[in-house]
């Protein structure tokens, strides 16, 4: 199972990015997709999450309204939209994939993870 982020880059505050990640080497259209992040020094964070289909989505609370998740099943691939950035969205961001989300969040639920793609947000 691989899955590669790609899509970040170095954006003034305000400005956008789109992230991507793409999967293989797993029934795609079975897992759900998460976003993590982690900046320095801080913890790895949730920040969203889609279901299988598509038909749910799941945001932590400083990125809603910011940030859409979305998925193409034909494509093996899930983007994340990011809009108005701040330069506290500054992380590493990993896509993971879960078989058993229940959009919590928890990253104990997702097995394979990808690479991570570094966004940095300029002030």
């Known amino acids: 199972v691989q899955l590669q982020a790609s899509g970040g880059g170095l954006v003034q505050a305000g400005g956008s990015l789109r992230l991507s990640c793409a999967a293989s080497?797993?029934?795609?259209?079975?897992?759900?997709v998460g976003w993590f992040r982690q900046a320095p020094g801080k913890d790895r964070e949730f920040v969203a999450v889609?279901?299988?289909?598509?038909?749910?989505?799941y945001y932590t609370d400083s990125v809603k309204g910011r940030f859409t998740i979305s998925r193409d099943n034909a494509k093996n691939t899930v983007y994340l939209q990011m809009n108005s950035l701040k330069p506290e969205d500054t992380a590493v961001y990993y896509c993971?994939?879960?078989?058993?989300?229940?959009?919590?969040?928890?990253?104990?639920?997702?097995?394979?993870w990808g690479q991570g793609t570094q966004v940095t947000v300029s002030s």
């Open positions: 993971a994939a879960s078989v058993d989300d229940d959009g919590s969040g928890n990253s104990k639920r997702f097995a394979y």
């Open positions: 889609i279901s299988w289909s598509g038909g749910s989505t």
């Open positions: 080497g797993l029934i795609f259209d079975t897992y759900a």
